[in-house]
């Protein structure tokens, strides 16, 4: 059965940072895409970063390049976002996402997502 599912949420301070994980099972990341969502109070779910199984290449949503990382270790299955220079605008329910019973190998970008964790809450407050 594919799973994921996120942990490391929590309240943190504007300027902290979070790390995020996402464990991973019934798929190989080398085949899949995991990609990182978050959806802020009434608001919609938006893309955050993403991570291509095959070849491992990476993308950021705009408002978060350069102070969010994705990485990932294969032979713990496991996904991480780093989160560093946190803003309140960050402030939402952070979701870890997978393609795991689709196609292999295709870009991060272009997948669809059909597998979702429980989400999990970032709050960045003051």
């Known amino acids: 059965q594919v799973q994921v599912v996120e942990s490391g949420g929590g309240l943190v301070q504007p300027g902290g940072s979070l790390r995020l994980s996402c464990a991973a099972s019934?798929?190989?990341?080398?085949?899949?895409?995991i990609g990182w969502f978050r959806q802020a109070p009434g608001k919609g779910r938006e893309g955050v970063s993403c991570i291509t199984g095959s070849d491992g290449s990476t993308h950021y949503e705009d408002s978060v390049k350069g102070r969010f990382t994705i990485s990932r270790d294969i032979a713990k299955k496991m996904v991480y976002l780093q989160m560093n220079s946190l803003k309140p605008e960050d402030t939402a329910v952070y979701y870890c996402?997978?393609?795991?019973?689709?196609?292999?190998?295709?870009?991060?970008?272009?997948?669809?997502?059909?597998?979702w964790g429980q989400g999990t809450q970032v709050a960045v407050s003051s």
């Open positions: 019934g798929f190989s990341l080398n085949d899949h895409a």
């Open positions: 996402a997978t393609d795991g019973t689709q196609s292999v190998s295709r870009d991060c970008q272009t997948v669809t997502y059909d597998t």
